[in-house]
């Protein structure tokens, strides 16, 4: 695991700055505390830090091939690499270390951008080319890793994280005003853009191959939602409990001590419990809580280590909610309002003390259809000509009740009336429309095309609703919140985390089910819950699912609110025009007064001017 940061000149160009690369990789020390090292030539500068996984002595960056031909930066690990080299040895090919990037080195050399598609694992990397004097880019499947890059006339530049980029001098620093409003809505920025109209994101499933000067994006994996497969119950069940061990049992491969996150829940436990089936030794587990009852698994994730019998390590936190806020900042890069942050960071804070890579439960919902809304937005759509009128009970509801359940049911009302995506993405969204125009104000623009939209159009109408929606979370939600939360909150930690339910042929098969092994009375994940069956006891398979939150809205009545009174009043907040003061003090009181919760839009609001403050007030670099 490592982070990488390079840049390309155009021909003609001033050779790259040894210093500016230097000052590129110290602002990612934190993704690779073990090692540093650097290729650069007339073009090219090449760097990485590096965080020792697997061939701890013999990993050393960049690595080349061919000679010297080939030179690679590499952040991730690939799960098939030994199969590769035997492949790559047979076809002639010496290795000179026992590490996969020298084995995506090689690939490279011997198969060219066509080697990106036999990559089993998450990856974000470089190669250049010295006798084609190209430089290519390439991102895993689903978007585990991060690669951000800028473009103009003189150079390419590309980094793990965006303040590497902003050490770059003459990079420009101008907000997008389409990222902010996305933001607003969705709690972060979705891919391709950036925050920064100069800086753009790698996709998922992409190359970027820079010749000359230009640059072009291709597309070399896509997910398939409309492969079908008729397959039995009992059948699908064995397959996927094969897939899951395979998936698990190949993600452990490492030479430095490892473990878990364990939250009690199914996907977490499922991991663990395979983990289990392959370790010698006890299975090293991580879970925290809050003092608060309803923010707190420890008990579930306890019972759980107690049956499968990991070395389980357990913390009630009662975290410096100010502090972390302004820390979660900095290693986010980009403004992001998903609170669950916050576990995230201290639980990998914690596992760090022991280990230096886990395993996570995450993408199980997107992979099995596991999420609430799924489910209620299904239900929903099943009402079909009665939508409208039970709009209007639940709006009247609303008007009743009052309070903050009142809000959330005229949440429900709008969403309703809305046609799809918008009717789907209401559920995903932090910010309802109205409070989206609130909070921004003037700042609101005509032609804004939520790029969310374009994500469902380029989706097939003829998928079942169930595909559609699940295709929207992986080309979005998935890569751009939950991935981020867990790449930047373990690498804040020099931690790596891996995700077997991202396991190309696990995800694969699972989305090409018939969609009763997928949902069944009213619960999704039923063949995951099946299959788990074979390895957990029934209260976890029954168990509701929580979610890693935070008790956002006591905080805002407690340890929060004096920093929240103080920004909302602040001359810089006032002045800096990104969200309108007045929206902001409003949705403040509305919190405080108990008219609604208004937790998620004050963390949005905070947590974009604390950004601001940090990446935008400081100068920059000449």
Not at 286 to 315: C, P, Q, W
Not at 484 to 497: I, P, Y
Not at 531 to 538: H, I
Request: hydrophobic share 45%; aromatic share 8%.
């Amino acid at each position: 695991m490592c982070g990488i940061i390079g840049l390309v000149v155009a021909p003609g160009q001033q050779p790259p700055d040894a210093g500016v690369g230097r000052a590129m990789n110290d602002a990612i020390r934190h993704r690779g505390p073990d090692d540093e090292g650097y290729y650069r030539d007339a073009r090219v500068l090449l760097g990485m830090r590096r965080l020792a996984i697997i061939d701890i002595a013999g990993g050393h960056q960049p690595i080349s091939a061919d000679g010297g031909r080939i030179q690679l930066v590499f952040n991730g690990e690939i799960y098939n690499y030994r199969e590769l080299r035997a492949e790559l040895q047979a076809l002639g090919r010496e290795f000179h270390s026992a590490s996969d990037s020298e084995v995506v080195a090689q690939a490279f050399a011997e198969w060219g951008e066509r080697c990106f598609a036999r990559l089993d694992g998450m990856f974000a990397l470089a190669v250049w080319d010295r006798r084609t004097q190209t430089l290519v880019l390439a991102r895993d499947r689903f978007g585990e890793k991060p690669l951000f890059y800028a473009h103009d006339d003189a150079r390419l530049l590309f980094a793990s994280e965006l303040k590497a980029l902003i050490e770059v001098p003459g990079l420009r620093r101008e907000l997008d005003p389409a990222a902010l409003r996305s933001y607003v809505r969705y709690g972060y920025v979705p891919t391709p853009a950036s925050i920064f109209a100069s800086v753009r994101k790698l996709p998922p499933g992409c190359y970027l191959r820079c010749s000359d000067g230009r640059i072009a994006v291709e597309r070399y994996y896509t997910l398939d939602f409309g492969r079908r497969q008729a397959i039995g119950a009992a059948d699908a069940e064995q397959r996927l409990a094969e897939l899951l061990d395979r998936a698990v049992h190949s993600r452990m491969v490492a030479d430095v001590p490892f473990g878990a996150f364990l939250s009690g829940g199914l996907d977490s436990s499922t991991v663990v419990a395979l983990m289990t089936r392959h370790s010698s030794q006890r299975v090293r587990t991580y879970s925290i809580g809050f003092k608060e009852a309803a923010y707190n698994e420890l008990s579930d994730a306890r019972r759980v280590a107690e049956h499968l019998g990991t070395d389980h390590h357990e913390l009630v936190v009662e975290p410096d909610a100010v502090g972390l806020l302004e820390q979660l900042v900095w290693y986010l890069d980009e403004p992001f309002a998903d609170s669950s942050a916050v576990p995230t960071f201290l639980v990998s804070q914690l596992a760090r003390t022991q280990v230096a890579m886990v395993l996570t439960g995450d993408a199980g919902d997107e992979t099995f259809a596991g999420y609430t809304r799924y489910l209620r937005f299904l239900a929903l759509q099943r009402l079909g000509p009665l939508k409208a009128s039970v709009a209007l009970a639940a709006r009247a509801g609303a008007s009743l009740v009052g309070g903050s359940f009142g809000y959330r049911l005229r949440g429900v009302a709008e969403r309703m009336r809305m046609p799809f995506p918008d009717s789907y993405l209401g559920s995903v969204a932090m910010s309802r429309p109205g409070t989206v125009r609130d909070l921004l104000g003037a700042a609101v623009r005509d032609g804004y095309e939520d790029p969310l939209h374009a994500l469902a159009r380029g989706g097939s109408a003829r998928h079942s609703m169930l595909d559609r929606i699940v295709e929207l979370d992986f080309g979005s939600y998935l890569p751009d919140d939950i991935l981020v939360k867990v790449d930047r909150m373990a690498m804040a930690n020099s931690l790596e985390g891996r995700v077997p339910f991202l396991d190309p042929a696990v995800v694969e098969f699972a989305v090409s089910l018939p969609e009763n092994l997928r949902v069944r009375h009213g619960r999704g994940k039923h063949i995951l819950r099946r299959v788990a069956e074979r390895w957990l006891p029934a209260d976890v398979l029954a168990k509701p699912k929580q979610g890693f939150a935070i008790p956002l809205g006591q905080w805002f009545r407690g340890p929060l609110r004096p920093l929240a009174e103080d920004v909302l009043a602040s001359r810089a907040f006032r002045e800096r025009g990104l969200i309108d003061p007045a929206a902001a003090r409003a949705c403040l009181d509305d919190h405080l007064a108990g008219r609604a919760d208004r937790g998620e839009s004050l963390w949005l609001v905070l947590s974009l001017e604390l950004w601001a403050r940090r990446f935008l007030d400081a100068a920059p670099r000449a």
